[in-house]
């Protein structure tokens, strides 16, 4: 379960005191609470407007020059600056996607076949033979990732195009390990992909130290001649509910997913230095949008929206965070009043930190259902 988060001032006031409306109407055993927040997201009211207006008035194509297509780029810019400064990145770093499963993939796919495209060019000799000399590219991710990092993975080991290690997550922090990732290691390994939260349990992973070890393990492995292994986390379940900065993290790529803070259901990808330091490879190609890393007339409504839902995470994190927070202590105190020592609170880890938002729970009994 995940306790809602903020809804704007307008947004409250409305449903609160809106004449007629079905919520005076109703007595409050009928009353429905949504709590799958870590499903999807309702639209912010602001968000609704930004993302009208883009249809009202930027209704031009952002490839063209004229007034219509010149407010349409403009909307897009400002969307991608906005993203950049949730998360603390730079707007040229960041590029649109549909959603999380396509940057994820999009992820999954660069570096593939970047490993592909660098051995194949450094090669070896007879003499002094590659340290990856016919190996398939090795990536590590953890057993509870979201499927559109965990079915990509399990078909290109289906299809003997990679080797994939799948590293369990820690009974006693629920947590995947930075010990176990380093321990997964291999001389082939190019990419190491883990969450930044779980969206069941909340549990928030160690990205930062999986970040310094691996950047630290890369020093080491140049010298030795191998690939550097590159660092990606799926924050699509902690954006909005906590602070997220790329440069904490250390991460090379990072997945935002709109509709998981209150934004529509379009998506965006961090790459830090892009076309620079962190490759990136398309799976598509026509008309060169997004600097042809991403092509496809931009749907500038969607990022309109997108930009506005990031643009308020940007400015009240930390007031959304400690509305959650309030909410789901208060919860769980309930539930722990009502049921007692029925209910086990399961993400409760001594010293793990979880997301403010996310309540994950099993009651005890005999001929219990859920629904």
Same mark, same amino acid.
């Given at each position: 379960m995940e306790a809602a988060g903020p809804r704007s001032r307008d947004a409250r006031g409305r449903a609160a005191s809106q004449p007629g409306s079905r919520a005076e109407k109703s007595p409050p055993e009928s009353r429905k609470v949504y709590m799958d927040y870590n499903a999807t997201t309702p639209l912010e009211p602001e968000v609704i407007r930004a993302m009208t207006e883009a249809m009202q008035e930027a209704w031009g194509n952002p490839s063209s020059p004229y007034p219509a297509g010149r407010k349409a780029k403009e909307i897009i810019n400002a969307a991608r600056?906005?993203?950049? $400064?949730?998360?603390?990145?730079?707007?040229?770093?960041?590029?649109?996607?549909?959603?999380?499963?396509?940057?994820?993939?999009?992820?999954? &796919?660069?570096?593939? $076949?970047?490993? &592909? $495209?660098?051995?194949?060019?450094?090669?070896?000799?007879?003499? &002094?033979?590659?340290?990856?000399?016919?190996?398939?590219?090795?990536?590590?991710?953890?057993? *509870?990732? &979201?499927?559109?990092?965990?079915?990509?993975?399990?078909?290109?080991?289906?299809?003997?195009?990679?080797?994939?290690?799948? *590293?369990?997550?820690? $009974? *006693?922090?629920?947590?995947?390990?930075?010990?176990?990732?380093?321990?997964?290691?291999?001389?082939?390994?190019?990419?190491?992909?883990?969450?930044?939260?779980?969206?069941?349990?909340?549990?928030?992973?160690?990205?930062?130290?999986i970040s310094r070890r691996v950047r630290a393990l890369n020093q080491q492995r140049a010298a030795g001649g191998l690939p550097g292994v590159l660092v990606h986390t799926d924050a699509a379940q902690a954006l909005g509910k906590q602070r997220v900065d790329v440069r904490d993290l250390g991460v090379d790529f990072l997945t935002v997913v709109g509709h998981k803070f209150y934004g529509p259901r379009i998506g965006a990808l961090y790459i830090r230095g892009l076309g620079e330091l962190t490759p990136l490879y398309p799976m598509l190609f026509g008309g060169g949008q997004e600097r042809n890393f991403r092509p496809g007339t931009e749907n500038t409504p969607m990022i309109a929206g997108l930009g506005k839902a990031a643009e308020l995470v940007a400015e009240n994190c930390e007031a959304y965070e400690a509305h959650m927070r309030d909410v789901r202590d208060y919860l769980e105190e309930r539930l722990a009043a009502e049921f007692g020592k029925r209910i086990h609170l399961n993400s409760q880890f001594p010293g793990t930190e979880r997301l403010p938002n996310t309540c994950n729970f099993s009651i005890l009994g005999p001929q219990l259902q859920g629904s």
């Open positions: 600056e906005n993203l950049a $400064k949730m998360i603390g990145g730079r707007p040229q770093d960041m590029i649109f996607t549909s959603g999380g499963t396509e940057s994820n993939n999009l992820v999954i &796919h660069s570096v593939v $076949k970047h490993f &592909h $495209k660098i051995h194949a060019a450094v090669g070896g000799t007879a003499e &002094h033979p590659s340290p990856v000399e016919g190996a398939l590219p090795h990536i590590i991710t953890c057993t *509870v990732e &979201h499927d559109s990092i965990l079915l990509p993975l399990e078909h290109l080991l289906e299809e003997r195009v990679a080797e994939v290690t799948f *590293v369990p997550v820690s $009974k *006693v922090n629920g947590q995947a390990e930075a010990e176990d990732i380093l321990a997964a290691v291999r001389p082939a390994t190019c990419l190491v992909t883990i969450m930044l939260a779980n969206n069941e349990t909340g549990v928030i992973m160690p990205v930062p130290e």
